[in-house]
């Protein structure tokens, strides 16, 4: 197989963890930010957020040529800084993984801190710990589960990524081309072999995943 099936996953690799970070701990902040808050629109914004679960991939990677593209504020801003645009780059995929894999993630965190007994937060709030040692303390704690699952779906959802990065990152060998847009002109170019390898490994890292998250569920 040689280089032509390891760069691909390598490139896969380093998105895929960047992307996954970045979409944690995102969802994280605006998980902790919007829990107990109650105010006008909260049901619009977490709506919103949910987004890209349900938006065809076309959609967002073109909601991404919008927002990061040559002609917008963002991208013109980051072009003159760094000398080269966002789209079509390293990290124009991970800023695509990280986008599809926020929903999964900021669901699972928000399940898991609503289950939190909110009697275990009070008592803490009077024995004079402020909400940053409350969360870091007593619910982060007891919604660990949670925490861990949503980190292993947001991985496994940006190493499936392909229609959003495909649009604003492109497929550039060892540059862009994760395993997703690999097979995709594996197969068109006939190389369907180099195709199952791939489509073989996603399956197989996907579902050890997945496991490991059913598992946690069924433990006491």
Not at 3 to 28: D, G
Not at 34 to 40: G, T
Not at 63 to 82: D, K, M
Not at 185 to 211: D, P
Request: proline residues 4%; neutral net charge.
């Amino acid at each position: 197989m040689g280089e032509a099936f390891w760069n691909p996953v390598f490139v896969s690799l380093r998105v895929v963890v960047v992307a996954s970070i970045l979409s944690f701990l995102l969802a994280l902040i605006v998980a902790w930010f919007l829990k107990k808050r109650r105010f006008k629109g909260k049901v619009f914004v977490e709506t919103f957020l949910m987004l890209p679960l349900v938006l065809p991939p076309t959609v967002i990677g073109f909601g991404l040529l919008v927002i990061f593209g040559r002609n917008s504020w963002i991208g013109s801003w980051f072009e003159q800084l760094f000398g080269q645009p966002i789209v079509f780059t390293y990290l124009a995929a991970v800023i695509a993984a990280s986008i599809v894999a926020f929903p999964l993630v900021f669901q699972m965190l928000v399940n898991g801190f609503e289950a939190v007994d909110e009697e275990l937060e009070a008592a803490a709030r009077q024995m004079g710990a402020g909400e940053c040692k409350v969360f870091i303390y007593v619910t982060l704690p007891l919604a660990w589960r949670s925490v861990i699952s949503g980190y292993m779906l947001g991985f496994a959802r940006a190493l499936g990524e392909f229609g959003a990065t495909l649009m604003f990152a492109g497929s550039i060998f060892g540059v862009t081309q994760t395993m997703p847009t690999s097979i995709y002109i594996a197969v068109e170019s006939g190389n369907t072999e180099m195709a199952y390898y791939w489509v073989i490994s996603i399956v197989i890292f996907a579902f050890a995943l997945l496991a490991v998250v059913q598992r946690m569920k069924k433990v006491d």
